[in-house]
């Protein structure tokens, strides 16, 4: 038996036993059953997302996230899944659940800028903390609280529910080799790393992902980032994009987001919305995982099999980028100021925590595999 899948199994059997006990409050219009922990109708929930159905890591992980709460509900709430158009275009996800079209929805934060700017912190900031880091800052350091905050106003309750881990720098099909070259670049790139490309004189393009091939095949854009080697290969990017560029400076820990519709959380008895909380931080630990494992095999893949000619960013271009990033970030707290407490929350959290990260993580880095 495959040794992860028993595991999962036996914690989520664990927490469903003791998620299931008697005495809570049940949901509208039903009944609970004491003997068996069940209700007489269960739930059915919608999630829509903004990955193609079942792309792996992100749509794998959605549907992870359903499965996860219908084991742990004992059936009593389940969740079917929907891929990008299925339901509702990708970037009509946010809409959706604050409407209540779909009580669920999983996405990532930075495309709902226009809704919320202060929700681009949450996902990933350019030359930001990683995915480790990020977990620290969500449930220890205030971030989730911030989070729920920002999208109260939508009637929408967020929840970390995945992270792709550092991301590649992206596609080219040419070199950089000084901020010159990223004048007049047409290039897939959303969120605050859009706006900063949009600084250092390129052009940000934000495309759904199902699209992005047929995009940079076509030149529709110079460049592309997506995620990483898992996901890049499976698009199969390497066909329309010459030069693979690292690292993600755009996105060092990009959390990826359930979205709950408030109403339809706080009409579930208590414990079911405990069901919804903790399928969420397991899928969280989950697809970060995933994408350790098969990014590292995916790049092998990528080198061996088909050619890809990786390239690094030159250290002057990252070293202006970053200035320009943290000059875009004061400048988009001035003008909201929920975005101000929001990054000030992020950056006490990041002085804090880089200290640690370069005497343990970075330089453990440095030295492994010298020997």
Not at 67 to 76: C, K, P
Not at 157 to 167: D, K
Not at 201 to 215: C, D, N, Q, W, Y
Not at 261 to 268: D, P, R, T, Y
Request: hydrophobic residues 40%; charged residues 20%.
């Amino acid at each position: 038996m495959d040794r992860r899948k028993f595991v999962g199994a036996a914690a989520l059997a664990g927490a469903a036993g003791a998620l299931g006990a008697c005495g809570q409050k049940p949901a509208a219009g039903q009944q609970a059953d004491c003997a068996s922990g069940a209700a007489a109708d269960p739930i059915e929930w919608k999630m829509v997302t903004a990955w193609p159905r079942d792309f792996p890591g992100l749509g794998t992980g959605a549907n992870r996230l359903a499965e996860y709460i219908g084991r742990l509900s004992g059936g009593r709430l389940t969740v079917k899944v929907y891929g990008g158009n299925e339901l509702v275009p990708p970037f009509e996800v946010f809409d959706a659940v604050s409407r209540g079209t779909a009580e669920m929805g999983h996405s990532t934060s930075y495309y709902w800028k226009g809704k919320a700017p202060a929700a681009q912190l949450f996902c990933s900031s350019p030359f930001g903390l990683t995915a480790q880091e990020m977990n620290g800052w969500l449930y220890y350091g205030g971030g989730l609280e911030l989070y729920r905050e920002a999208y109260a106003p939508f009637g929408i309750l967020p929840l970390p529910a995945g992270n792709s881990g550092t991301q590649m720098g992206g596609w080219f099909n040419k070199e950089i080799r000084s901020l010159d070259d990223i004048k007049g670049l047409k290039m897939r790139i959303p969120g605050l790393g859009g706006e900063v490309l949009r600084r250092a004189g390129g052009t940000p393009v934000t495309t759904p992902g199902a699209e992005i091939f047929t995009a940079l095949q076509t030149g529709t854009i110079d460049a592309t980032e997506w995620v990483g080697p898992y996901n890049d290969l499976a698009l199969g990017l390497f066909r329309a994009g010459r030069y693979y560029y690292s690292p993600g400076w755009q996105e060092t820990g990009s959390t990826i987001e359930a979205l709950v519709n408030q109403e339809a959380f706080e009409a579930l008895p208590e414990d079911l919305q405990s069901v919804v909380e903790i399928a969420a931080q397991a899928v969280n630990t989950d697809m970060l995982a995933e994408f350790t494992f098969h990014n590292a095999q995916a790049l092998r893949t990528l080198q061996e099999e088909h050619g890809v000619e990786l390239r690094s960013f030159p250290d002057e271009v990252m070293a202006q980028l970053e200035r320009i990033t943290w000059e875009y970030l004061d400048e988009q707290a001035q003008d909201d100021a929920l975005f101000a407490r929001v990054l000030t929350s992020y950056r006490d959290y990041y002085a804090a925590v880089t200290p640690y990260s370069r005497i343990a993580e970075q330089r453990l880095m440095n030295v492994r595999g010298n020997g």
